[in-house]
């Protein structure tokens, strides 16, 4: 198990080796596994990529965010000029076709609002909006209406886990309740968790996904 002081340094060295993140402006804290980013960041997108990076060291059990978005002068915009930009995002987007997706900015934050049928869908568009100019945070309220509902939905979760290698899925418990998902036990890091939580997502039918698994 790793002491405060390496998993703090860990985390320093992944941001520096991201090359989207300005590692020089983010502090690192780390306390029994949780890891706290602190400093500010020229763009959201580089908040999103800086939380990224330290999600994949081992050893991260949780993560407090208080970076700061400080904007540049010429990554300025008004919140109409974004709302043009994420709304020709969505249209133009082959995988939201037809879907009820709506957006409000208010001083560079973006809010969606709406219904899509898959989670890839919700997490593909927050991604996408992120790296827009002048964006200063994002609210991803989208709803997943499931187009497809499966009695084997927890068989098909672990078939996706075995597929994937992982190596702890023995010790991952899964239960379904109508279209939600419950997923806890142990994994023996946030990469494997991350996948475990992405197969349950993946899994048709899936309209909500509840995960307590611990980080070990």
């Given at each position: ?10 985390v ?8 989207s ?8 804290e780390?306390?029994?596994?949780i890891?706290t980013?602190n400093?500010?960041?020229d763009t ?7 939380e990224s990076?330290?999600?994949?060291v ?5 993560l ?25 995002i969505?249209t ?6 037809n ?27 927050g991604?996408?909006?992120s ?22 939905v927890?068989?098909?979760?672990e078939c ?21 998902v ?35």
């Amino acid at each position: 198990m790793k002491t405060d002081i390496q998993l703090q340094q860990d985390v320093l060295d992944e941001l520096k080796w991201e090359p989207s993140v300005n590692a020089a402006s983010i502090g690192v804290e780390a306390k029994q596994g949780i890891v706290t980013l602190n400093g500010h960041v020229d763009t959201f997108s580089e908040k999103w990529c800086a939380e990224s990076a330290a999600q994949r060291v081992l050893g991260v059990k949780a993560l407090a965010i208080e970076i700061e978005v400080k904007l540049l002068t010429d990554g300025q915009r008004t919140d109409a000029d974004i709302a043009r930009s994420a709304n020709n995002i969505v249209t133009w987007s082959n995988y939201l076709k037809n879907q009820p997706v709506h957006i409000m900015v208010e001083k560079g934050w973006i809010t969606i609002t709406g219904n899509v049928a898959w989670a890839f869908q919700k997490s593909s568009l927050g991604l996408a909006l992120s790296h827009l100019i002048g964006v200063t945070g994002i609210s991803n309220q989208l709803s997943i209406a499931p187009i497809l509902k499966r009695d084997a939905v927890k068989t098909d979760i672990e078939c996706a886990l075995k597929r994937r290698a992982i190596d702890s899925v023995k010790d991952v418990l899964i239960s379904v309740q109508g279209t939600e998902v419950t997923l806890s036990g142990h994994v023996h890091s946030w990469a494997e968790r991350d996948l475990v939580n992405h197969s349950a997502w993946n899994t048709s039918g899936v309209k909500s996904v509840v995960n307590h698994i611990a980080i070990s």
